[in-house]
């Protein structure tokens, strides 16, 4: 009888043991499926992330193709699967969920509206996607306290379970001692089949309780209450792994925030560099138009000149057709009269001289004037680049949303000192042509002055032939020659002080090659800047 009642007694306890080995079943199963659950949901919020990209990327360019159009749709129809996970997730666990599902509707409903009719005001749309980034952020908080709160629960579960294992430990051990009493036969069999398999267990519940996630769980297609515990194990450690796997991808938020900041810190050092590059361009922008300046005044004086030598030339030529009304005096003074044409002639050859270096010189502005417009050309190049880049930069802050406002504000800044320098060099660019257009001017007068003292060298040279087949000459005839020699003497100054004014629009093509040479080195350390950003960019 006493057998009998110590039998009912294992029994019972026995009973009791299996009836909590299926609850612990039960809950594992649940908490397993909330694990599964969160992991939908987890990678929900990556679809969430994507889904904004998309949005931005609709939004700020209305005309993209119908591939962004398609990663708008597919995205939102992978969220329609994140609600369904939302839906699924015992509320027990996380009473917040029903908010945060309502809030999720509202955001894809607020992403479609955005990326289907964006606003046609840039401010109007820059306000927009600010609000809409800040509804994903809090989304993301949403999300951060719904993994807390799942995470605590799994925690519970995890500790309950442990404690649970440790009581049924406690019954077995009774239920072997009472099987002891029973048969000593029966003792060694339940200490092989039951003591030693849960006691592996505890251990393996150790273990995983440290963080080791690598264990092996034996036992699990057992049919009877050790395989129940060995799946109860099993459960535990796929949850750990879990909570691992969301605190690794925690700490990859931190990473991603340490990198955020990092490429802030290149934008404020690459906005410095730039802004003392622009303000050193500004000051060879007014040096260029002072110099344009004075090669304006040199083209001027330069013609002045020629006019004068013009006009000198003609009135030596009508001085020297009076002879024909003096010929018979020309005998007595043939030898005064030849020496003083040779004295002509030499003139006429030093202003040939003369006015072949000046065309030489205005040859020289005018290539300088050309070379000049392709540095010109080269900077407004670069301008264009920048206005490229900037366009890109601010397409790329507001795909990062908040933290990529403050670059969103320097990428509009370069964008805009972009358009000034390129507005700047066309200014400078017509001043040059101006330059150009007059030493082209220039040297075409140069080449009808050179014609003109040919010509007066072909006079001078047939009045001496004349001179010399004379006999008579008269009072008339000298005072004529006297009159030509003054001319060619006022043509020589004339051709002087051209000269002189050549030289000096030599001297300010020289400066402005010179600035022109700094600007372009300006030029190249501004792109050098953009490439060293754009590095620091990438390797952030």
């Given at each position: 009888m006493v057998v009998g009642g110590v039998a009912l007694l294992a029994l019972a306890v026995g009973g009791s043991a299996i009836m909590s080995t299926y609850w612990l079943m039960a809950s594992v199963a649940s908490t397993r499926e909330s694990a599964h659950n969160l992991d939908g949901?987890?990678?929900?919020?990556?679809?969430?992330?994507a889904f904004d990209r998309r949005v931005i990327r609709k939004a700020m360019d209305p005309a993209a193709g119908p591939g962004v159009t398609d990663d708008v749709r597919?995205?939102?129809?992978?969220?329609?699967?994140?609600?369904?996970?939302?839906?699924?997730?015992?509320?027990?666990?996380?009473?917040?969920?029903?908010?945060l599902r309502d809030r999720l509707v509202q955001h894809i409903a607020d992403g479609s509206a955005l990326a289907d009719r964006p606003p046609t005001d840039p401010a109007d749309l820059l306000r927009r996607i600010d609000g809409y980034t800040d509804d994903t952020r809090q989304l993301g908080r949403m999300a951060a306290e719904l993994r807390g709160q799942i995470g605590d629960s799994l925690d519970a579960a995890s500790a309950g379970a442990a404690s649970f294992a440790q009581r049924l430990r406690f019954a077995t051990v009774l239920a072997l001692l009472v099987t002891l009493l029973l048969a000593g036969q029966l003792y060694r069999y339940l200490t092989r089949s039951i003591s030693r398999p849960i006691s592996q267990h505890i251990d393996l519940l150790q273990r995983i309780a440290s963080g080791d996630t690598s264990v092996g769980v034996p036992g699990l297609r057992r049919p009877d209450e050790i395989g129940t515990l060995a799946r109860v194990v099993e459960a535990l450690r796929l949850q750990t792994e879990l909570k691992n796997e969301l605190?690794?991808?925690?700490?990859?938020?931190?990473?991603e925030k340490e990198r955020q900041t990092r490429i802030e810190t290149?934008?404020?050092?690459?906005?410095?560099?730039?802004a003392s590059a622009l303000e050193r361009m500004g000051a060879f922008t007014a040096s260029f138009e002072g110099l344009a300046g004075e090669l304006t005044q040199a083209a001027q004086i330069v013609d002045q000149h020629t006019r004068s030598a013009a006009m000198s030339a003609a009135q030596t030529s009508k001085d020297v057709g009076s002879i024909d009304h003096s010929a018979k005096q020309l005998e007595q003074s043939v030898e005064k009269i030849a020496t003083q044409i040779g004295e002509a002639s030499g003139i006429v050859r030093r202003a040939t001289e003369m006015t072949t270096v000046t065309q030489g010189s205005i040859s020289k502005l005018a290539a300088?004037?050309?070379?000049?417009?392709?540095?010109l050309a080269l900077i407004q190049s670069i301008a264009q680049q920048t206005n490229l880049l900037a366009l890109n930069a601010t397409i790329e802050a507001a795909r990062a949303g908040e933290a990529g406002r403050g670059f969103a504000v320097v990428a509009a800044e370069v964008k805009s000192l972009a358009a000034a320098t390129a507005k700047a060099t066309d200014g400078i660019t017509g001043t040059v042509h101006d330059i150009v257009g007059s030493g082209a001017q220039a040297v075409q007068a140069m080449a009808e002055i050179d014609s003109i003292v040919a010509e007066i060298s072909g006079v001078t040279d047939q009045i001496a032939g004349a001179i010399e087949q004379q006999t008579v000459a008269t009072a008339e005839i000298a005072s004529s020659i006297s009159s030509a020699a003054a001319g060619a003497g006022q043509l020589d100054q004339s051709l002087a002080l051209t000269a002189g004014t050549a030289d000096g629009t030599s001297v300010a093509a020289m400066r402005v090659l010179a600035d022109a040479r700094e600007m372009g080195q300006l030029a190249s350390e501004f792109r050098t800047s953009v490439d060293r950003f754009l590095r620091e960019v990438q390797a952030a």
């Amino acid at each position: 009888m006493v057998v009998g009642g110590v039998a009912l007694l294992a029994l019972a306890v026995g009973g009791s043991a299996i009836m909590s080995t299926y609850w612990l079943m039960a809950s594992v199963a649940s908490t397993r499926e909330s694990a599964h659950n969160l992991d939908g949901f987890y990678r929900g919020v990556i679809d969430v992330q994507a889904f904004d990209r998309r949005v931005i990327r609709k939004a700020m360019d209305p005309a993209a193709g119908p591939g962004v159009t398609d990663d708008v749709r597919t995205t939102r129809e992978k969220l329609n699967g994140t609600l369904q996970f939302l839906a699924s997730i015992d509320p027990v666990l996380a009473p917040e969920v029903p908010a945060l599902r309502d809030r999720l509707v509202q955001h894809i409903a607020d992403g479609s509206a955005l990326a289907d009719r964006p606003p046609t005001d840039p401010a109007d749309l820059l306000r927009r996607i600010d609000g809409y980034t800040d509804d994903t952020r809090q989304l993301g908080r949403m999300a951060a306290e719904l993994r807390g709160q799942i995470g605590d629960s799994l925690d519970a579960a995890s500790a309950g379970a442990a404690s649970f294992a440790q009581r049924l430990r406690f019954a077995t051990v009774l239920a072997l001692l009472v099987t002891l009493l029973l048969a000593g036969q029966l003792y060694r069999y339940l200490t092989r089949s039951i003591s030693r398999p849960i006691s592996q267990h505890i251990d393996l519940l150790q273990r995983i309780a440290s963080g080791d996630t690598s264990v092996g769980v034996p036992g699990l297609r057992r049919p009877d209450e050790i395989g129940t515990l060995a799946r109860v194990v099993e459960a535990l450690r796929l949850q750990t792994e879990l909570k691992n796997e969301l605190d690794a991808k925690v700490r990859a938020g931190a990473v991603e925030k340490e990198r955020q900041t990092r490429i802030e810190t290149a934008i404020h050092e690459f906005r410095l560099h730039v802004a003392s590059a622009l303000e050193r361009m500004g000051a060879f922008t007014a040096s260029f138009e002072g110099l344009a300046g004075e090669l304006t005044q040199a083209a001027q004086i330069v013609d002045q000149h020629t006019r004068s030598a013009a006009m000198s030339a003609a009135q030596t030529s009508k001085d020297v057709g009076s002879i024909d009304h003096s010929a018979k005096q020309l005998e007595q003074s043939v030898e005064k009269i030849a020496t003083q044409i040779g004295e002509a002639s030499g003139i006429v050859r030093r202003a040939t001289e003369m006015t072949t270096v000046t065309q030489g010189s205005i040859s020289k502005l005018a290539a300088s004037g050309a070379r000049i417009e392709s540095v010109l050309a080269l900077i407004q190049s670069i301008a264009q680049q920048t206005n490229l880049l900037a366009l890109n930069a601010t397409i790329e802050a507001a795909r990062a949303g908040e933290a990529g406002r403050g670059f969103a504000v320097v990428a509009a800044e370069v964008k805009s000192l972009a358009a000034a320098t390129a507005k700047a060099t066309d200014g400078i660019t017509g001043t040059v042509h101006d330059i150009v257009g007059s030493g082209a001017q220039a040297v075409q007068a140069m080449a009808e002055i050179d014609s003109i003292v040919a010509e007066i060298s072909g006079v001078t040279d047939q009045i001496a032939g004349a001179i010399e087949q004379q006999t008579v000459a008269t009072a008339e005839i000298a005072s004529s020659i006297s009159s030509a020699a003054a001319g060619a003497g006022q043509l020589d100054q004339s051709l002087a002080l051209t000269a002189g004014t050549a030289d000096g629009t030599s001297v300010a093509a020289m400066r402005v090659l010179a600035d022109a040479r700094e600007m372009g080195q300006l030029a190249s350390e501004f792109r050098t800047s953009v490439d060293r950003f754009l590095r620091e960019v990438q390797a952030a």
